[in-house]
């Protein structure tokens, strides 16, 4: 299958209507978008099956090279979100997933998870600092966009009552690692099935070993039980799904 992402179809999804996602990141939700219109698009082709059988798989292929392609950037772009407290990703995306033909979903699934294991051979853990700095940095271009019309509303609701500000929540640093850590473990269920034995291995020094001391422990019991769902959702695996 070709992993060449057509740009006229990638320039027409933006103008395809879709499902939007309730994401707060505007980055993910973009991508997430592109995803729902490439879904939308791949099954409208599937259902009206014109042209010859050689035509529509043409159709299918090129269709679904987009989505995978799209799989991986967003898995690329999870990692580092993740690490920030932005874990609906996930869950956004299995459900994409499950809106695909059963012979392309592991398509999906095995591109993002490439996206995801190439962000994180790359990226160091960050600090709860660094996630601050780099959520503001992916905000500051939208910011600037709604400022104008923010600023109008807020004249509009200061005219009719007092605005009370909401206290804000502050999470446990620890959750934001054993997200991580339970993610890891999910993802490391079909690499070490499909033979890559030293998946564990890595995984707890890089990622738990990247964690402070005193957690560790915790969040081991994270990673395992991240293993054990992924167990779960694979459990029609086969060796021959692992090529």
Known sequence: MSRIVPIILICQLFFVSGTAVALEDQGLSSIMSIIDKAVEAFNANTDEAQGT???????AESSSATIVNLSRTLGKLSY???????????????????????EYRNLMRDAFQLGFDK???ETALLSEDECERLTQSRNLTDKKIEANVEEEEEKEVEKKQKVVEKPKIVEDPKLKHFRIAEL????????????????ITRD????IGAMPEEIQAEAKKAYWKGYKHGKRLNSSLTQEKCF
């Open 119 to 121: 962000s994180k051979s």
């Open 184 to 199: 890891s473990g999910q993802l490391a269920y079909k690499r070490k099935f499909c033979g890559d034995d030293k998946v």
């Open 80 to 102: 580092s979100r993740l690490q920030c407290g932005q874990a609906d990703v996930l869950g956004e995306f299995t459900q994409r997933v499950q809106k695909m033909p059963d």
């Open 204 to 207: 707890f020094n890089e990622v």
């Open 53 to 59: 059988e050689e035509e529509q798989k043409a159709k």
